[in-house]
Structure formats: structure tokens, C-alpha cells
């Protein structure tokens, strides 16, 4: 049985043969949820951050919250967002591996999944950790916009660190199910699409 640190770290170098560890786990459930939870936390003290430096949210909000106070309340609702993205996509992934025949468990992919959707998401926090700081320390949004705009190289790093975060975070979504659910190849890759989706859209609605 390997520690909690182990799996974290073994889900970037090894996600295939840490995910086959984790199955024979007692305790994967706590473990996959106590990724969730890191990653939750991570969130919270950031969205406090971009809160308390005044930051607007600049996508449009799902929720009837103003741009102006959206982060404050978001430091009550992340964690349970990400708590329940990470259940329902893994209830979606159990229920889509009946069509593939699969012979896993739900226990077994809610653990999988919690570190597979965590690793990924420190990329996004990181980068917006960084923001959230800069707003702290005094830049302005205004500011950091227009550094933004007259900067090809942000521009392309904006672009290009979601892109990695997403792609990253779908690749071991594949081999969470593929290992848990004992899938064939090919429908691993069709069910961890859509279990990241699952995942993704949630975040999505209420994630600014």
C-alpha cells in the first residue's frame, strides 16, 4: 500500500501502473478523495486571493452573481464544485463502461479519477495563482490585461497551458477508466472523453 505522495506523484511519471496499484488499495477511496480535497483547498486560498484583490470575472457567469462579488462567494462553493464533478464523472464512467463491458468498479474509478482530474488542475491553478498574487501585491487587472494584449509570448502561454492542463487531464482520465473498469483500449479512450467532459462541464458552470 503506497502513501498518498506516492500516488501523486506516480499519477505524473507512472499513471498506468500507479492506477493498478490503487485498485488493491483499502483505503483509494480516502486517497482519490484527499486528492480532490488538495486540489480544492489549492483553489480556495487563490479565489480568496483574486477576491481580495478586487479581480472581475471575465467569463459570463451561470450563477446570478455579480462580476463584482463572484469570488468571494466562489471561496464557499469551489470545493464542493469540485467534489461533485469528480463524483458524477466518475458515476457517468462506470455507468458508460457497462456498454464497453466493463468488469470494474465504481470505488475503483471514483479513485483512479481523483488523482487523474487533480494532476492536471495544478497546472490552471498554479498559472492563476500567479495573477491572484500580482492583484494582491497591487497590479491591477487593467494592467495585467493590457501586459496580456502586448504580449505575444503570454498570449501563446494562455492558450497553451490550458490546452496542456485539458489534454493532460483527458489522457489519464483514459487509462483511470481503462485500468479500473478493465476496458479494452478503445473504449477507454471514448469513455475518458466523456467522462472528462462530465468533469469539465461542471467545472465549467461554476468555476470562473
Known amino acids: 500500500m503506497k502513501s498518498f505522495w506516492a500516488y501523486l506523484g506516480g499519477t505524473i511519471v507512472a499513471p498506468g501502473r500507479t492506477f493498478r496499484a490503487l485498485q488493491s488499495d483499502p483505503k483509494m477511496v480516502a486517497k482519490g478523495f484527499k486528492a480532490i480535497l488538495l486540489i480544492g483547498g489549492l483553489y480556495i486560498v487563490t479565489v480568496a486571493l483574486l477576491a481580495a484583490g478586487g479581480a472581475l470575472i471575465t467569463a459570463p457567469a451561470v450563477l446570478a452573481i455579480s462580476a463584482e462579488n ?22 457517468a464512467a462506470r455507468l458508460m463502461s457497462r456498454w464497453g463491458r466493463g468488469s470494474g468498479t465504481f470505488e475503483g474509478t471514483l479513485a483512479a479519477l481523483g488523482f487523474a482530474v487533480t494532476v492536471p488542475m495544478f497546472l490552471t491553478w498554479a498559472t492563476e495563482t500567479v495573477f491572484a498574487v500580482l492583484l494582491v501585491l497591487g497590479m491591477s487587472q487593467e494592467e495585467f490585461m493590457d501586459l496580456i494584449a502586448q504580449s505575444k509570448f503570454l498570449q501563446v502561454f494562455g492558450w497553451a497551458y490550458q490546452i496542456a492542463a485539458v489534454s493532460w487531464m483527458l489522457l489519464l482520465a483514459m487509462i483511470a477508466v481503462g485500468v ?3 476496458l479494452a483500449w478503445w473504449r477507454a479512450v471514448v469513455v475518458g472523453l466523456l467522462t472528462t467532459i462530465v468533469f469539465m462541464a461542471v467545472m465549467l458552470v461554476f468555476i470562473r
Open 70 to 91: 463572484y469570488y468571494f462567494f466562489e471561496v464557499f462553493f469551489a470545493l464542493p464544485v469540485c467534489v461533485a464533478g469528480w463524483i458524477l464523472a466518475a458515476g
Open 180 to 182: 479500473s473498469q478493465k
